[in-house]
């Protein structure tokens, strides 16, 4: 068999151990590691863990990543030539211990083995989860390369040129635009340019785990009778015929915003728009907190919160190599 064609996955250890084989077979056509493990391996030499030297094309998900002393078995560390972390790679939505009710329920749905994993490797597991998922999945898992999960959110990371800006993630990855040239791997001189970068996505929490990820930017106008900042919370609902998506313009909470400024999030939904938005509901609430004397606002002063536009964007996606 032509080592070019085989394609190891490997999990937490086992992707590890995968590049162990692939330092022994020279010439292995692709690794696939699913939340390689943290403990003895992240931040050590190359030959010690799995590297983009142990394939042709090395591809890795991280989803744990928190750091063993937080109870995060996965390693942060870039380590092959394409490293996604979706929900920036360390909490998973849905695996908040917090979360009780989801350990009986998959107790009584899916038996004692699933449950224990829900409890204590939730996000360790999650990989193979969306490695799984994107298989066969219709909907496209891409990660946008970004500096930081921050920059991402903030809609920074935007475009999705071949070879640069987005990749797929998952089985498909070698899809990639930019990635192959007349359907073989470009050698490792090309693929070197891709290693050490973050490529960031938002999934969701249960099946369908892919979503489809936007950008929202909101002008806000400032008509000279409007403060010159407030603060709150503010929400939109986006209406399309393939559904409604519900969204938080303001995720981290109540926050300051100055009129005549625009501010940008990504959101993500698994509700398709198909570029159709027939209308968007704007819904603010202002912030009174007693502990700031500035966002007291009883009788003197006006809490309303005055837009300009808002723009909906859909990610740019690649096509298929």
């Known amino acids: 068999m032509d080592p070019g064609e ?4 490997g999990h937490s250890l086992g992707a590890h151990t995968a590049g162990y084989a692939g330092a022994l077979v020279p010439g292995l056509g692709r690794i696939t590691g699913l939340d ?21 094309l090395v591809d890795v998900i991280h989803t744990d990543g928190k750091g063993i002393f937080f109870l995060g078995y996965g390693m942060s560390q870039p380590c092959g030539h394409l490293d996604f972390y979706p929900n920036d790679g360390k909490e998973q939505p849905g695996c908040d211990i917090t979360q009780t009710p989801l350990v009986p329920l998959t ?3 899916d038996g004692l083995e699933e449950a224990s994993r829900v409890l204590v490797a939730c996000n360790h597991v999650r990989a193979i989860k969306l490695f799984i998922d994107s298989i066969s999945t219709k909907c496209p898992y891409i990660g946008h390369q970004c ?7 903030e809609g920074r990371c935007f475009t999705c040129k071949p070879g640069s800006g ?11 635009p930019g990635l192959l040239d007349n359907n073989e791997i470009q050698p490792q001189s090309k693929l070197q340019e891709m290693v050490g970068s973050k490529y960031f996505l938002t999934t969701g929490k249960e099946y369908p785990y892919c979503h489809r990820m936007y950008r929202i930017s909101t002008e806000l106008a400032h008509p000279p009778f409007a403060e010159n900042w407030v603060q709150g919370h503010l929400k939109a609902s986006i209406y399309s015929p393939s559904g409604v998506i519900h969204a938080e313009l303001t995720p981290s909470g109540d926050m300051k915003l100055e009129h005549g ?11 398709d728009l198909g570029g159709n938005v027939r209308k968007v509901e704007l819904s603010w609430e202002y912030d009174m907190n007693v502990l700031e004397p500035r966002t007291l606002c009883l009788f003197w002063c ?20």
């Open 261 to 271: 400024a625009t501010y940008t999030t990504v959101i993500s939904h698994p509700v």
């Open 107 to 109: 107790l009584i749905r």
């Open 147 to 153: 500096k930081t999960y921050g920059q991402f959110k």
């Open 302 to 321: 006006n809490d309303h919160l005055y837009v300009k536009n808002v723009l909906v964007e859909e990610m740019e996606m690649p096509g298929r190599g």
């Open 36 to 56: 390689p493990a943290e403990p003895y391996f992240q931040g050590m030499p190359a030959h010690v863990r799995l590297d983009p030297s142990d394939a042709e």
């Open 166 to 176: 987005c990749a797929i993630m998952g089985y498909h990855a070698d899809s990639t």
């Open 6 to 9: 085989i394609h190891i996955i």
